[in-house]
Antibody, heavy 120, light 107 residues
Framework: QVTLRESGPALVKPTQTLTLTCTFS??????????VGWIRQPPGKALEWLAV???????FYNTSLETRLTISKDTSKNQVVLTMTNMDPVDTATYYC????????????WGQGTLVTISS | DIQLTQSPSFLSASVGDRVTIACRAS??????LAWYQQKPGKAPKLLIY???ALQSGVPSRFSGSGSGSGFTLTISSLQPEDFATYYC?????????FGPGTKVDVK
């Protein structure tokens, strides 16, 4: 059974750096074709694609946010980490991680999401 | 980056109705389009990938079609559990993007 779970702070101050961890099970990021991505959703708004990392350690970022984002993986721990710098109240959102199967070009399994609030 | 638009933004329908949601890409994305369903407070759920492939466990009343820049999601007979928001998503090239969503509610 494939599962993903997001973890990280619920509250972050403006200008600080957010670090989120996605811990997954049921698949390996060493397997060709496997990827993990991050997606966020501000309250009442649409989904926003943030970043994806693949089995070959290639990384892809939202163009408008890429100067603030870093995605990395630790395959020994089955974890993917997303950092986002210089947080602002507009970054308040539920952050999801999800598995992406390269050939299907879709996020097939999602974590439950974690709400991150940016406030002083 | 490729942009996705959806129409309509809101749709009021009744149980048993046939519902169609459109998604348009700003450029040709071949068939690299997926559809998700999201209910309040829940993570999105994959319904359709590669334009028309039904994700395992998804009822057959959901179907997808299209190619190039125009795509549709159809629910052949709307059920009570189908009232939700639907998003299209492309990954023809990186970065991917999501559409703005279509909310289907009770007429």
């Amino acid at each position: 059974q494939v599962t993903l779970r997001e973890s990280g702070p619920a509250l972050v101050k403006p200008t600080q750096t957010l670090t989120l961890t996605c811990t997954f099970s049921g698949f390996s990021l060493n397997t060709p074709g496997m990827c993990v991505g991050w997606i966020r959703q501000p309250p009442g708004k649409a989904l926003e694609w943030l970043a994806v990392i693949n089995w070959d350690d290639d990384k892809f970022y939202n163009t408008s946010l890429e100067t603030r984002l870093t995605i990395s993986k630790d395959t020994s721990k089955n974890q993917v980490v997303l950092t986002m710098t210089n947080m602002d109240p507009v970054d308040t959102a539920t952050y999801y991680c999800a598995r992406l199967v390269y050939g299907d070009a879709a996020f097939d399994i999602w974590g439950q999401g974690t709400l991150v609030t940016i406030s002083s | 980056d490729i942009q996705l638009t959806q129409s309509p933004s809101f749709l009021s329908a009744s149980v048993g109705d046939r519902v169609t949601i459109a998604c348009r890409a700003s450029q040709d994305i071949s068939t690299s389009l997926a559809w998700y369903q999201q209910k309040p407070g829940k993570a999105p759920k994959l319904l359709i990938y590669s334009t028309s492939a039904l994700q395992s466990g998804v009822p057959s009343r959901f179907s997808g079609s299209g190619s190039g820049s125009g795509f549709t999601l159809t629910i052949s007979s709307l059920q009570p559990e189908d009232f939700a928001t639907y998003y299209c998503h492309h990954l023809n090239s990186y970065p991917g993007t999501f559409g703005p969503g279509t909310k289907v509610d009770v007429k």
